[in-house]
């Protein structure tokens, strides 16, 4: 059977075009982008490796927008561990997990919105965040503290509020993962995670935050590559009717845009291939097809469109449900321009003066006020003292960091730790970095007769890591520990501080206590 096709060829290859939200090299749109702009191609997504200043920024998004005024310009800009606005130097503003630990939604509100305000200034529009998982599995390696936390309620008001705040700035929101990758121990950039719960668990604990943020109005919804048998045994959620049209658009009620997530992520492309991947997940009620963080190139854009316009003319794919996918990043794109051509915003979180919130402790101690993500950062640390009393450091340590792989979503490209600060507070301060080989003697040698500052990330999910500590501190009791993941394993040290988050504010924050700042 085949479908007759009502439009002509071009809007078909327009909205096949515009259903795309590709990413691209360098800090300069290519030519072959501003091409397919002229095309149809309505939104575009930015990595770190697109973005060098916020000046640089503003032009590329405004060399976009002359070609075509209603582009929708997506960023994966979580804040905290990923951060794509400060990838070289890490973020200003702590990720969730620490958010979730202050509990302060008005908190969360006011960073999202500084967050949002700071986007749109350059001309981005559309964020894929916030993380709305509730991350129930502790040794989940792909979520962790890009969660606000475990607890669902917990997790629904912050992600809530992280809606608010943002979207009061003029830039849509996008929660995610949907229906939930918080209760999972593989990374879907990797394979294909599985959550085998009954239906009842998932909708008290999986689906209640986003729930909760379509309620609140949030503008889009991001799918996961994630098995769930109890809602459909054979395909993944982003090429699943049942999950995407049937219990996100009929049971939850969400009218917004669906997109999804990497589809060049191993769990859709090393099972169904991008361009059959693609298609199944625009049939299945998804209306924009994120690519770009790995394959940034003409040809995938290409090789996508042209899928899906074969699959319209083959019968595989309604042109209804294509015209309607299209007509979804339209109606997003004209949200986002509205408020650009509004200036200024008011609503929640609008009220922030100087980077801060109303009612927030905001006092740095001199008589000033302090940024809003710093603020956040400090509120969010967790200090245990060890048995004798602390006494802060007045002379430059050496900071042992023991760093894990990073995780695709956070990437290696962006700075973490404790060092600089330290090192800007104490001057002479040295750092050393080690891995899964991490040898106590080779710290012990480095650091001499320094006070060593140990930093870790996950310690409880990576044995070589707390065997190191084990060692450190047995050689040396008066280590000072920092623990910048998931804060699972007991504290440890002359002092412990968890900062719930490995932002450049939440080393900052951290400094500051080891220094008695």
Same mark, same amino acid.
């Given at each position: 059977?085949?479908?007759?096709?009502?439009?002509?060829?071009?809007?078909?290859?327009?909205?096949?075009?515009?259903?795309?939200?590709?990413?691209?090299?360098?800090?300069?749109?290519?030519?072959?982008?501003?091409?397919?702009?002229?095309?149809? $191609?309505?939104?575009?997504?930015?990595?770190?490796?697109?973005?060098?200043?916020?000046?640089?920024?503003?032009?590329?998004?405004?060399?976009?927008?002359?070609?075509?005024?209603?582009?929708?310009?997506?960023?994966?800009?979580?804040?905290?561990?990923?951060?794509? $606005?400060?990838?070289?130097?890490?973020?200003?503003?702590?990720?969730?997990?620490?958010?979730?630990?202050?509990?302060?939604?008005?908190?969360?509100?006011?960073?999202?919105?500084?967050?949002?305000?700071?986007?749109?200034?350059?001309?981005? #529009?559309?964020?894929?965040?916030?993380?709305? #998982?509730?991350?129930?599995?502790?040794?989940?390696?792909?979520?962790?503290?890009?969660?606000?936390?475990?607890?669902?309620?917990?997790?629904?008001?912050?992600?809530?509020?992280?809606?608010?705040? $943002?979207?009061?700035?003029?830039?849509?929101?996008?929660?995610?993962?949907?229906?939930?990758?918080? #209760?999972?121990?593989?990374?879907?950039?990797?394979?294909?995670?599985?959550?085998?719960?009954?239906?009842?668990?998932?909708?008290?604990?999986?689906?209640?935050?986003?729930?909760?943020?379509?309620?609140?109005?949030?503008?889009?919804?991001?799918?996961?590559?994630?098995?769930?048998?109890?809602?459909?045994?054979?395909?993944?959620?982003?090429?699943?009717?049942?999950?995407?049209?049937?219990?996100?658009?009929?049971?939850?009620?969400?009218?917004?845009?669906? =997109?999804?997530?990497?589809?060049?992520?191993?769990?859709?492309?090393?099972?169904?291939?991008?361009?059959?991947?693609? =298609?199944?997940?625009?049939?299945?009620?998804?209306?924009?097809?994120?690519?770009?963080?790995?394959?940034?190139?003409?040809?995938? =854009?290409?090789?996508?469109?042209?899928?899906?316009?074969?699959?319209?003319?083959?019968?595989?794919?309604?042109?209804?449900?294509?015209?309607?996918?299209?007509?979804?990043?339209?109606?997003?794109?004209?949200?986002?321009?509205?408020?650009?051509?509004?200036?200024?915003?008011?609503?929640?979180?609008?009220?922030?003066?100087?980077?801060?919130?109303?009612?927030?402790?905001?006092?740095?101690?001199?008589?000033?006020?302090?940024?809003?993500?710093?603020?956040?950062?400090?509120?969010?640390?967790?200090?245990?003292?060890?048995?004798?009393?602390?006494?802060?450091?007045?002379?430059?340590?050496?900071?042992?960091?023991?760093?894990?792989?990073?995780?695709?979503?956070?990437? #290696?490209?962006?700075?973490?730790?404790?060092?600089?600060?330290?090192?800007?507070?104490?001057?002479?301060?040295?750092?050393?970095?080690?891995?899964?080989?991490?040898?106590?003697?080779?710290?012990?040698?480095?650091?001499?007769?320094?006070?060593?500052?140990?930093?870790?990330?996950?310690?409880?999910?990576?044995?070589?890591?707390?065997?190191? $500590?084990?060692?450190?501190?047995?050689?040396?009791?008066?280590?000072?520990?920092?623990?910048?993941?998931?804060?699972?394993?007991?504290?440890?040290?002359?002092?412990?501080?968890?900062?719930?988050?490995?932002?450049?504010?939440?080393?900052?924050?951290?400094?500051?206590? =080891?220094?008695?700042?």
């Amino acid at each position: 059977m085949t479908t007759t096709l009502r439009g002509s060829t071009d809007t078909l290859t327009r909205d096949a075009l515009t259903v795309l939200q590709p990413g691209f090299p360098g800090t300069t749109p290519p030519d072959w982008l501003l091409r397919r702009i002229g095309e149809g $191609l309505a939104s575009v997504g930015l990595f770190g490796r697109n973005i060098a200043s916020p000046e640089q920024l503003t032009a590329l998004t405004a060399r976009l927008r002359a070609e075509n005024g209603d582009m929708l310009v997506a960023i994966d800009e979580e804040g905290g561990d990923v951060t794509r $606005l400060e990838a070289r130097h890490g973020s200003s503003f702590p990720g969730n997990l620490a958010l979730g630990t202050v509990d302060d939604p008005g908190l969360t509100r006011a960073v999202a919105h500084e967050l949002g305000r700071r986007l749109a200034a350059c001309g981005v #529009d559309f964020n894929w965040a916030p993380s709305a #998982d509730a991350n129930s599995n502790p040794d989940n390696p792909v979520i962790g503290v890009r969660s606000f936390g475990a607890d669902p309620a917990l997790v629904a008001r912050h992600t809530v509020a992280y809606v608010e705040g $943002l979207q009061a700035a003029g830039v849509a929101a996008c929660v995610k993962h949907f229906p939930g990758h918080g #209760d999972t121990n593989v990374d879907s950039h990797l394979a294909t995670p599985r959550i085998d719960v009954d239906l009842d668990t998932l909708h008290a604990r999986e689906l209640a935050s986003f729930r909760a943020a379509i309620a609140a109005g949030s503008k889009s919804v991001m799918s996961a590559h994630i098995l769930l048998p109890a809602l459909d045994p054979d395909r993944p959620a982003t090429l699943s009717p049942r999950i995407l049209t049937g219990l996100l658009r009929e049971e939850l009620g969400f009218d917004g845009l669906i =997109v999804t997530d990497g589809i060049e992520m191993r769990a859709i492309a090393s099972t169904y291939g991008i361009e059959r991947g693609s =298609v199944l997940a625009i049939a299945a009620g998804a209306d924009a097809i994120c690519v770009g963080g790995g394959m940034a190139d003409e040809g995938t =854009v290409l090789r996508l469109r042209d899928a899906l316009v074969t699959a319209v003319r083959s019968g595989d794919l309604p042109e209804e449900r294509l015209a309607d996918a299209a007509a979804r990043v339209r109606a997003l794109a004209s949200w986002t321009r509205a408020h650009r051509a509004g200036g200024a915003q008011t609503g929640p979180g609008a009220a922030v003066q100087e980077g801060t919130a109303p009612g927030t402790d905001t006092d740095t101690g001199s008589g000033g006020y302090t940024e809003i993500g710093l603020v956040a950062a400090r509120r969010a640390l967790t200090v245990t003292p060890g048995e004798k009393p602390y006494e802060p450091l007045t002379e430059p340590p050496y900071v042992a960091s023991f760093a894990p792989v990073a995780n695709i979503a956070v990437g #290696d490209e962006t700075p973490w730790g404790v060092g600089p600060e330290l090192a800007r507070l104490l001057p002479g301060t040295e750092t050393g970095t080690y891995g899964t080989e991490a040898g106590v003697e080779d710290v012990l040698r480095a650091a001499g007769e320094r006070r060593i500052v140990a930093v870790v990330r996950d310690a409880h999910r990576h044995a070589w890591m707390r065997e190191a $500590l084990d060692g450190l501190l047995a050689a040396r009791p008066d280590t000072i520990v920092v623990e910048m993941g998931l804060n699972q394993a007991p504290p440890r040290g002359a002092l412990h501080i968890a900062t719930h988050g490995a932002a450049r504010v939440c080393g900052t924050a951290a400094a500051e206590v =080891v220094t008695g700042g």
